[in-house]
């Protein structure tokens, strides 16, 4: 598969789901309640998505904004592990690997980043 049809998908995924948190769905306010979690951070979440799905889109900024939204999706496979949730927790660790996945396969642009960020400090 390639990687641009790779990013989009990832981007679809993230751009619903945090919509859904921006736009305070019914659903998504039950969930962060039943996890026990404060509203503020449900939106935080939500912009944390939808950023790193505009990131997704960017070229120059897609494997860094993939492996940022790996290591958010970690977060979210503890609290469906921790809570039992086996059907989300299998949703959570797909979307986890696709991420990624993508992000391992543009190493090397996330090391070129870094390195240029290092340098205009």
Do not use: D
């Amino acid at each position: 598969m390639s990687t641009r049809i790779l990013n989009y998908i990832i981007a679809l995924i993230f751009f619903a789901s945090g919509g859904a948190k921006l736009l305070s769905l019914p659903f998504e306010i039950e969930a962060f309640a039943r996890w026990g979690y404060p509203i503020e951070f449900m939106y935080f979440t939500g912009v944390v998505e939808f950023v790193g799905a505009i990131g997704l889109l960017i070229p120059r900024l897609s494997s860094f904004a993939s492996l940022c939204l790996a290591f958010l999706m970690l977060g979210a496979i503890g609290t469906h592990l921790v809570h039992k949730e086996w059907l989300m927790l299998a949703v959570a660790s797909a979307i986890a690997l696709a991420a990624f996945w993508r992000a391992w396969s543009g190493r090397t642009e996330v090391t070129q980043l870094l390195v240029t960020l290092r340098r205009n400090k």
